[in-house]
């Protein structure tokens, strides 16, 4: 590998340059062309301490969610000081960062974006508060799949889903409406807004959280969410050779914000495209007996990794919102007539209806989760759930 700028030989070798041709002027050229290169440097690190000790001071990097963290984390480890703001467990779609997440973040130098739903919302705003952030858009130019029939997620917020989101708002931010938010329907909609007065105040509290959702209405229509396609899936990440494209892409930015440790960043990559190159023909073959059916999930993640392995996923929420009476009997009927013994979540939803799914055709519950910490080891497990899943099909 070529040296690059920056990097420690590099920065020792400028030091050695910059010392000789002093030496030079004090010794003459002579005397100074017989000092070994060694003592040049030697002389270069005890004179420049304060350069290695910033040198050796770990990037600041923010991502999304811990799949990504992952990643990073395998290209650059210790070199590199990570936060996640959607934690395992936190919904990405209804997620809001915390007051102390927005306020670590402006003076974050780099940011590695996903294109999750809350990265639309909440980019635009936190570049404002931190001008000097990178902010790299790893989904950009990836052939992306949109939620089809069955998996749309529904943003245009109509009244009743615009109602429930506030209430999710204000338990994540104000304890003092925790009650308020248990409530989630609209039948006692009026009894908890008593009075104009506080009707008005409540909802001038909620003024900037109607603007997040306007400005991510307007994002969902540059993004082909008005043009028929419906909403963006945005778990790329669960297709391995999507994830690989992701890799390069964020080793190439890492090696450019950390020249000191581009070739170890560079290996990195290399090692950690390989892995996932193994694992997407492990996937592969262990799936390839079950190519043409059908899985149902409540929540629509694993779209990508359907796609990837000539699997179809269907979900049992509908429109992001869980299904209405008539609909949770259609499912049941579709479930039962294809043998269906596996209704798969994740912890970031509501379970409800897939437990009632679940009760009513005797089929098992078990997780697909799109956000758990360890890729490798999650990918591993969602395969074997799967294969275990048609198995048990299989044998009804």
């Not at 992306?144 to 029939?149: A, E, L, W």
């Not at 409530?183 to 105040?201: L, R, Y």
């Not at 290996?267 to 262990?286: G, H, P, V, W, Y």
Request: aromatic share 4%; hydrophobic share 35%; net charge negative.
């Amino acid at each position: 590998m070529s040296m690059h700028a920056g990097s420690p030989l590099a920065s020792r070798q400028v030091l050695c340059e910059k010392l000789l041709s002093r030496v030079q002027r004090t010794l003459g050229p002579r005397a100074a062309r017989a000092l070994p290169l060694s003592v040049l440097g030697a002389l270069a690190a005890f004179a420049t301490p304060a350069a290695h000790a910033q040198d050796s001071a770990p990037l600041h990097v923010a991502v999304s969610v811990p799949p990504i963290a992952w990643m990073v984390d395998q290209l650059a480890g210790e070199h590199v000081e990570i936060t996640t703001l959607a934690k395992p467990g936190d919904n990405p779609h209804a997620y809001d960062p915390t007051p102390r997440q927005v306020a670590e973040l402006s003076t974050v130098p780099l940011y590695l974006a996903i294109g999750v739903p809350f990265e639309q919302v909440w980019l635009p705003r936190l570049e404002k508060n931190n001008a000097e952030m990178q902010v790299v858009h790893l989904e950009e130019g990836l052939n992306t799949r949109h939620f089809g029939s069955g998996e749309a997620h529904d943003h245009s917020h109509d009244e009743a889903h615009e109602h429930e989101h506030e209430h999710e708002h204000d338990a994540h931010h104000d304890d003092e409406h925790d009650d308020h938010a248990d409530n989630g329907g609209h039948g006692e909609h009026h009894d908890v807004h008593e009075g104009h007065e506080e009707h008005h105040d409540e909802h001038e509290g909620h003024a900037e959280h109607h603007d997040e959702h306007a400005d991510h209405q307007a994002h969902g229509a540059q993004h082909g969410e008005d043009d028929g396609l419906g909403e963006a899936d945005p778990h790329l990440w669960l297709d391995p050779q999507r994830m690989q494209t992701v890799v390069e892409r964020a080793a190439e930015v890492l090696e450019a914000r950390l020249p000191q440790h581009a070739s170890e960043i560079d290996a990195n990559e290399q090692r950690l495209l390989k892995t996932l190159s193994e694992l997407d023909a492990q996937i592969a073959q262990t799936l390839a007996p079950y190519k043409g059916r059908n899985f149902l999930i409540f929540h629509p993640s694993f779209g990508y990794f359907a796609d990837r392995y000539s699997l179809e996923q269907h979900a049992i929420e509908v429109s992001g919102r869980e299904p209405t009476p008539r609909e949770m009997a259609t499912l049941i009927t579709r479930a039962k007539d294809e043998n269906i013994g596996t209704i798969f979540v994740s912890g970031q939803f509501s379970q409800t209806a897939a437990k009632r799914i679940a009760s009513s055709l005797e089929a098992e519950v078990a997780v697909l989760d799109p956000l758990a910490e360890d890729y490798l080891d999650n990918l591993k497990h969602a395969t074997e759930a799967l294969k275990a899943g048609f198995k048990l099909t299989d044998s009804q």
